[in-house]
């Protein structure tokens, strides 16, 4: 058996018990932060234009800036679908640990 599909099985089988065998599989959430660094916090938001809803279901998630490439970029609000019905939108947000500013991406909970 090749190196490549040993890892590939065990691959396979780590992800298997992570998703079938977790004791908490409906309420599973990843949550990481992006270091900003010491800079200090993002420049005040944009005014954002929110238009009417395509549908009911859709949620508008705000504008937001997000650190890229060694500063703040801008990104305008949007409506998205939640990815699984009673879906709630939690949005980003910075915090700051030790003198350093991250980046906690907004994500679906449920």
């Known amino acids: 058996m090749k190196i490549t599909s040993l890892r590939t099985t065990a691959l396979a089988c780590a992800a298997f018990a ?5 004791p908490n599989q409906a309420s ?4 990481f932060d ?3 660094g010491p ?3 993002p420049p ?5 234009y ?10 508008w998630i705000a504008g937001h800036y997000e650190w890229q490439h060694g500063r703040y970029v801008w990104f305008d609000g949007y ?7 009673g879906g709630v939108w939690v949005p980003g ?7 350093a500013y991250f980046y906690r991406p907004g994500h679906w909970e449920y």
């Open 50 to 59: 929110r238009w009417d809803r395509p549908h009911r279901s859709a949620v």
């Open 39 to 41: 800079g200090g916090p």
């Open 79 to 85: 409506y998205e679908y939640p990815p699984h019905p």
């Open 34 to 36: 992006i270091r900003v």
């Open 93 to 99: 947000r910075y915090v700051v640990r030790g003198g």
């Open 28 to 31: 599973a959430s990843v949550a």
């Open 44 to 48: 005040p938001p944009h005014a954002d």
């Open 18 to 22: 992570i998703l079938f065998i977790s």
